[in-house]
């Protein structure tokens, strides 16, 4: 079997099935499947947005993965492209994504905005205006 290689996003989330169903209603990612483990929750579930695949993983001691904690800090976060930031900022408000800042044009040749989802995830949505 080749191996097509690329980078897979992990997002670890407290609530698999709330995660799965927020990205798809709220950004517009594409659906895929969500695995339950012996115990009958969720422990693995993908959504899919241009051609990138997105791993949520639950959290687990056994694997030593925490989802964000609460605070404002992050060490790391998710910059999508999409055709049109402000249709999608509005997609994204109103089906319940909150926004911390607003579309604006950046000085390096985009306009973007951040949103956060339930799980703390900051990501952050631009549209290349150069």
Not at 5 to 29: M, S, Y
Not at 48 to 73: C, K, N, Q, S, Y
């Amino acid at each position: 079997m080749a191996i097509h290689e690329r980078v897979i996003p992990l997002l670890v989330c407290k609530n698999i099935q709330t995660a799965h169903d927020f990205l798809v209603e709220a950004f517009g990612f594409e659906p895929g499947g969500v695995e339950n483990g012996p115990d009958g929750r969720p422990v693995h579930g993908e959504v899919f947005f241009g051609g990138t695949e997105i791993w949520l993983h639950r959290v687990t001691a056994e694997h030593d993965v925490a989802a964000p904690p609460d605070t404002d800090m992050v060490s790391a976060g998710l910059v999508v492209h999409v055709a049109d930031v402000d249709a999608h900022c509005a997609r994204a408000r109103e089906a319940g994504a909150h926004i911390e800042s607003e579309p604006t044009d950046q000085p390096y040749g985009q306009r973007e905005y951040e949103a956060r989802d339930p799980e703390g995830h900051r990501w952050w949505f631009a549209t290349p205006t150069g």
